[in-house]
């Protein structure tokens, strides 16, 4: 254990309890506090007691500066895109024709978010919309990928079948999927969203899917109307 200079059994610790219950010793020894010379961390300069705390607080206060500031630009980023959500979500409020929501939806995801590809798949919807595309044939295997989803998917496109659904699916680097869940008289998928780029990075394992889930939730609610009336 260290042990302050001279006074045997006297610790470091011992001397910084002393200084931090003692506040008035620095008043009684002000030339003692004056004197003291400490080595700078922005050179090997010495620096008085008084400057190096100055720069410890300037150092305290930019760090509490750049932390406002990423606050600041994430509030900005996140009114945009609830901007955005509103303006997508006006848009399919005003789709009278119901056989339009899907492609009303794909194009102002593009729109809006700068989505390079979407595209929308419903193995649920009323016998009358058969021939429209979002109502192609989807396999087995993909209602079953869809409804093991309790999260949107993101990752990389590993030959995901949804994927050909895409215009230009060979492109397709990173892909987003969103299932698309009855919200009366159960719960299971009726549909999948599924969002391409071909940028490797834009839908990554460990990003959020908050905004995703919103989306979703936007989604099915519109898509209700193409189901079959029970």
Same mark, same amino acid.
């Given at each position: 254990?260290?042990?302050? +200079?001279?006074?045997?059994?006297?610790?470091?610790?011992?001397?910084?309890?002393?200084?931090?219950?003692?506040?008035?010793?620095?008043?009684?020894?002000?030339?003692?506090?004056?004197?003291?010379?400490?080595? +700078?961390?922005?050179?090997?300069?010495?620096?008085?007691?008084?400057?190096?705390?100055?720069?410890?607080?300037?150092?305290?206060?930019?760090?509490?500066?750049?932390?406002?500031?990423?606050?600041?630009?994430?509030?900005?980023?996140?009114?945009? @895109?609830?901007?955005?959500?509103?303006?997508?979500?006006?848009? @399919?409020?005003?789709?009278?024709?119901?056989?339009?929501?899907?492609?009303?939806?794909?194009?102002?995801?593009?729109?809006?978010?700068?989505?390079?590809?979407?595209?929308?798949?419903?193995?649920?919807? !009323?016998?009358?919309?058969?021939?429209?595309?979002? !109502?192609? +044939?989807?396999?087995?295997?993909?209602?079953?990928?869809?409804?093991?989803? +309790?999260?949107?998917?993101?990752?990389?496109?590993?030959?995901?079948?949804?994927?050909?659904?895409?215009?230009?699916?060979?492109?397709?680097?990173?892909?987003?999927?969103?299932?698309?869940?009855?919200?009366?008289?159960?719960?299971?998928?009726?549909?999948?969203?599924?969002?391409?780029?071909?940028?490797?990075?834009?839908?990554?394992?460990?990003?959020?899917?908050?905004?995703?889930?919103?989306?979703?939730?936007?989604?099915?609610?519109?898509?209700?109307?193409?189901?079959?009336?029970?």
């Amino acid at each position: 254990m260290n042990q302050a +200079s001279g006074v045997q059994g006297i610790t470091e610790a011992d001397i910084a309890q002393y200084l931090a219950n003692t506040p008035g010793f620095f008043e009684r020894y002000a030339e003692l506090l004056a004197s003291v010379q400490l080595t +700078s961390p922005h050179g090997q300069r010495a620096v008085s007691l008084q400057e190096r705390q100055m720069e410890m607080l300037r150092d305290r206060i930019k760090g509490h500066e750049h932390k406002l500031m990423e606050m600041i630009r994430n509030s900005q980023e996140n009114v945009a @895109i609830a901007d955005r959500l509103q303006r997508w979500t006006r848009a @399919i409020l005003l789709t009278a024709n119901a056989a339009d929501l899907p492609r009303r939806m794909v194009e102002g995801l593009r729109h809006q978010f700068l989505i390079p590809q979407a595209a929308i798949r419903l193995w649920g919807a !009323a016998g009358s919309f058969g021939g429209e595309e979002f !109502a192609a +044939s989807v396999s087995e295997d993909v209602k079953a990928f869809t409804g093991s989803l +309790s999260l949107p998917y993101c990752g990389v496109n590993s030959g995901f079948e949804a994927v050909s659904w895409l215009d230009d699916a060979p492109t397709v680097a990173s892909v987003a999927m969103i299932p698309l869940r009855h919200w009366q008289g159960g719960d299971g998928a009726f549909g999948l969203l599924v969002l391409g780029s071909p940028d490797p990075t834009r839908y990554s394992a460990d990003m959020g899917t908050e905004f995703l889930t919103r989306i979703g939730e936007v989604a099915s609610a519109a898509l209700s109307r193409l189901l079959p009336v029970e």
